[in-house]
């Protein structure tokens, strides 16, 4: 048994995941091992797989790698977005399925790997029971879902669904200066292609998404998978607090203005402001000039993510954390920006086919239904197209790190569940 410290290696004993009347096969344990080493960072056991560096182009070989050894047709989308094809990809009314091959810094090892090995393994499990596909099945793996390099997130899908435009695209940058076109060319993709693809989109009719879950519902409910209903809203909001650099050793306390005290106290008051309305937000990221120990910052800049169960709730924290801190900052002298880099309003996914795999995977017994706080492609392309999500147990809530675990036997039950889920949807 694989314990949570050793997350990222192959899950053992899930060879039962793919297999001709869910017997014996090594399909996704083998799957896993080829891909767990992988952008993994051996001094912290998290993955560092950023997009468009070589670590995801390491995962983008892997992918194709897979697909073609299971005769499916490969493409990259003029998003960077990767399909693997089984059927005539234009002939429209597809079932895709899949996630994402990208980390957050430090990240773990099934937040979005987890779905494409599913894929994969789902599919094998289907070949072995024989069925004939009906309709065109995709399995896909997004691009820059983490948005760890250039800092918005979703942005494979947010392109394709229309939701970032080519010259918004353009102005991203990495910490380094490197804007997104000048990554995407430097690993040889066309960036003068990017951009809306309504096209794509309409040849889709239904889009499931698997994910290990970022929570612990399921574990307290005792489920090994489960059913999304919605994501809350969610953003990204940088604060810039500017002060005066300055001595640390030599300038007195009271003619300081010193940024670090108003960034310092506005951290204090996201948590005050998401315990007061049920919400998380959390200042996870900051950058400070100029970096000295012994130096007064001239600037801090936060980044703070905020989510909530409604639109209303979230309102209300954005709007609090941002008036206490233009109330510090008029206190110490800091001049304040704040600067709304990212939002996405709340994901209700479709009933109907939230209905359908509930139907399809309720036949022994109830699959529950639950929202989460974390954002997916899914959720991006919900307005564009049907998507449903399914949940694999997380025992610890554990994510975003090299402690994310996810039990043999419930990556298991998530890749049978899928192949039910596809079998029902794109062979009935």
């Known amino acids: 048994m694989t314990s949570p410290h050793d997350a990222a290696e192959a899950p053992r004993g899930s060879a039962r995941a793919a297999s001709a009347g869910r017997g014996d096969s090594p399909s996704f344990h083998a799957m ?38 299971r005769r499916l047709d490969v493409e990259t989308d003029r998003n960077g977005n990767q399909w693997a094809w089984l059927g005539d990809p234009t002939a429209g009314d597809a079932v895709v399925t899949g996630s994402h091959l990208d980390s957050v810094p430090d990240g773990g090892a099934f937040d979005g790997p987890l779905g494409v090995v599913s894929s994969f393994a789902a599919l094998d499990e289907l070949r072995a029971r024989g069925v004939s596909f009906k309709r065109p099945l995709a399995i896909v793996n997004f691009g820059d879902e983490e948005g760890a390099r250039f800092g918005l997130a979703c942005v494979g899908s947010r392109l394709t669904a229309g939701r970032l435009t080519k010259e918004q695209a353009y102005e991203l940058r990495d910490a380094d200066g490197i804007s997104l076109p000048q990554a995407m060319e430097a690993a040889g993709h066309d960036p003068s292609t990017i951009g809306a693809d309504p096209e794509r989109l309409a040849r889709i009719g239904a889009f499931v998404e698997l994910h290990v879950e970022q929570g612990r519902a399921l574990d307290l409910s005792g489920d090994p998978v489960g059913i999304a209903s919605s994501i809350w809203p969610h953003g990204r909001w940088r604060y810039d607090f500017a002060g005066e650099a300055n001595h640390a050793g030599t300038t007195r306390l009271v003619d300081r203005r010193d940024p670090m005290l108003t960034y310092a106290e506005t951290v204090l008051a996201a948590r005050r402001e998401a315990e007061l309305a049920g919400a998380v937000a959390t200042f996870g990221k900051i950058a400070v000039e100029p970096n000295g120990v012994n130096a007064i910052p001239s600037m801090v800049r936060g980044w703070l993510d905020a989510r909530a169960a409604d639109q209303s709730s979230l309102d209300k924290v954005v709007a609090g954390v941002e008036a206490e801190a233009r109330a510090y900052a008029e206190r110490h002298g800091i001049d304040l920006t704040v600067v709304r880099e990212s939002f996405t309003p709340i994901v209700d996914f479709s009933h109907a086919l939230r209905d ?64 039910d889920v596809l079998e029902e949807l794109a062979c009935r």
């Not at 949940?391 to 298991?412: K, L, W």
Request: proline content about 4%; hydrophobic content about 45%; overall charge negative.
């Open 356 to 419: 359908e795999l509930s139907r399809i995977l309720g036949t022994t017994g109830k699959v529950p239904v639950l929202g989460t706080g974390a954002g997916h492609d899914a959720g991006i392309l919900s307005e564009a197209i049907p998507t449903a999500m399914l949940f694999v147990r997380n025992p610890t809530g554990v994510s975003h790190s090299p402690a994310e675990f996810a039990a043999e036997d419930d990556c298991v039950a998530g890749v049978l569940a899928l192949a």
């Open 32 to 69: 896993w091992t080829s891909l767990h080493g992988i952008g993994r960072n051996a001094a912290s056991g998290g993955y560092r797989r950023y997009a468009w560096t070589q670590a995801d182009a390491d995962c983008r070989l892997w992918f194709r790698m897979q697909a073609e050894a």
